[in-house]
């Protein structure tokens, strides 16, 4: 096991990953020499304009991509072991239910592939259906849960094999206020009970400070990381210190670092 | 317009047309005619029904035998488009052409290489129904979302099992869909292979038929035949809405 000097407790490490991407038209650089650190146990939020690589940083992490330069660890191990290892549970943009299979058969999924029996699996997909507060929901196929619903689906279903890394590229996309906030309450609830690692994609700057231990703010053109912010506060997290002083405080100070990164066409 | 509304006007527009049919076949009527009104073919059929039967199950056995061939080389080739990026397009190209060669010069080629057999005609029929299976199931595997692929990936899942347990589920409404088209083809491509090489069938009694100047014996064939092909249309596109009930609401998803 090898660890990066300065940080003796880092689960993932990235060191000076670059991301081409090259098409007829040419070549698009949409990572540069992205460098972060995040410790076990921590909540890391990657916040950044559209187009800046936040996405493809995530995916990069969690092996679904190659970097084109720089490597990834987590562990210690490769992020291709770690996969391998089914370390990481990944809960996307969409929450890509299938459907055709009830909510609990779509939780149990990653147990029946990594082998558990039918009867087992669907044993620990009610408890943790139970756990995002889906209880009596099991037999319901997708197309009969709400956007909110499904999002819990997709969460537990991400949690099911105990990952050590939990990433989410932008889970609660598309939902209103009100409700983006029960879920951010929800999965800060899972998330200090399973005691994993997790990275979120986001673009909206209270769910970051809301969630994160610490918050990298990403640029684009080509994209890397512009500023780090620490974010200090307490946990559990509740909806009414969102609306305290020292939470609005940190919501200014990345509001500020984030608008740094929007160019003029941005806006 | 309420359902009974529906079926009133739908069924008078159906007796209008058989009426309309049995008039003009009755002004028509005479040993030279060439018209069988509705009534003269049911009596045909009622008549000859032991014939008609014999010949529709030769017919449908070629036809299910080459679809259930289809099926396999079908999916077989759309699984290979789908996944070797190197050859699928040239294994495209090559089903597209072979599906072009008309029927009519394939059949009897057909009956060079495998001799005026069962083997002939069913290879016939398949040939006459494999594209459409092609297409849709490449159309449906690629129609399965990019992370669907990506949380195989994260759960990781072979690029094997991605595609059987994940994506290929996913096609599965295309490729039913498909046999609504391929299954007449099928079967149409079953009596054409009659008229080149077959003893009995549907297809070579339309061609005795024809040759006898038997008039009503051409009618009450063909009603079977289209029977038939409807039948398996109506089969298919039943199978199609059972088997996956959660595609029609799938729109709903969140």
């Known amino acids: ?120 699996a669907e044993a620990r997909a009610r408890a943790l259906l139970d756990l995002v507060g889906l209880a009596g929901f099991e037999q319901n196929l997708p197309s009969t849960l709400s956007g909110g619903m499904a999002r819990r689906v997709a969460i537990a279903r991400a949690l099911t094999l105990h990952p050590s890394v939990l990433m989410l590229d932008e ?21 200090m009970e399973s005691g994993a690692t997790a990275i979120l994609v986001t673009h909206n700057v209270s769910e970051a400070v809301f969630l994160s231990d610490r918050v990298f703010v990403m640029g684009k053109g080509p994209g890397r990381i512009v500023a780090e912010l620490v974010i200090d506060l307490p946990r559990p997290r509740t909806t009414v210190m969102a609306l305290e002083g020292r939470f609005l405080e940190y919501v200014r100070t990345l509001t500020a670092e984030l608008t740094g990164t929007y160019a003029v066409e941005d806006l | 317009m309420s359902r009974w509304a529906r079926v009133v006007t739908l069924s008078a527009v159906y007796l209008a047309i058989l009426v309309c049919w049995q008039l003009i076949a009755n002004a028509d009527a005479g040993p030279q005619s060439l018209l069988s009104g509705p009534v003269q073919i049911a009596q045909t059929i009622i008549e000859k029904w032991q014939i008609l039967l014999q010949a529709s199950i030769v017919t449908l056995t070629e036809a299910i035998v080459g679809l259930f061939g289809a099926v396999i080389l079908g999916v077989t080739v759309a699984v290979i488009i789908d996944a070797v990026d190197l050859v699928g397009p040239t294994v495209y190209r090559l089903s597209v052409i072979l599906y072009s060669v008309p029927l009519i010069a394939l059949a009897p080629l057909l009956v060079l290489w495998f001799g005026p057999t ?62 609504k088209i391929a299954g007449p083809a099928a079967f149409i491509g079953a009596m054409l292979a009659e008229w080149v090489n077959a ?56």
Request: glycine letters at 8%; hydrophobic letters at 45%.
């Open chain 1, 171 to 191: 889970p609660f996309n598309g939902l209103d206020e009100i409700r983006r906030q029960n879920l951010n309450e929800e999965l800060q609830r899972v998330w």
């Open chain 1, 1 to 120: 096991m090898t660890t990066t000097p300065g940080a003796p407790d880092s689960c993932i490490v990235v060191k000076d990953v670059g991301m081409d991407f090259s098409s007829k038209s040419g070549t698009f650089q949409a990572l540069s020499e992205v460098s972060l650190n995040v410790e076990r146990g921590q909540f890391a939020t990657l916040i950044g304009p559209s187009g800046c690589g936040k996405s493809t940083l995530l995916r990069v992490i969690a092996d679904l991509l190659q970097p084109s330069s720089g490597s990834v660890s987590v562990f210690g191990e490769s992020a291709g072991q770690a996969r391998k290892a089914r370390n990481f549970g990944f809960v996307f943009q969409d929450p890509v239910l299938l459907p055709w299979r009830s909510a609990l058969s779509n939780v149990a999924l990653p147990l029946r592939v990594s082998g558990l029996t039918k009867g087992e």
């Open chain 2, 118 to 179: 069962f083997t002939a005609r069913a290879v016939t029929a398949m040939v006459a129904s494999f594209l459409p299976i092609v297409i849709n199931t490449v159309q449906g595997l690629r129609g399965a979302p990019h992370a669907v692929t990506e949380l195989g990936s994260s759960l990781a899942m072979s690029r094997i099992s991605i595609l059987s347990v994940l994506r290929f589920r996913y096609a599965v409404p295309s490729f039913l869909a498909s046999l």
């Open chain 2, 199 to 254: 003893e009995r069938g549907l297809g070579i009694s339309l061609l005795y038929a024809m040759f006898s100047f038997n008039v009503e014996g051409l009618w009450s064939t063909l009603v079977v035949a289209t029977f038939w092909s409807g039948a398996i249309y109506l089969m298919f596109d039943t199978l199609a809405k059972r088997a996956t009930p959660w595609h029609a609401s799938a729109g709903a998803a969140k």
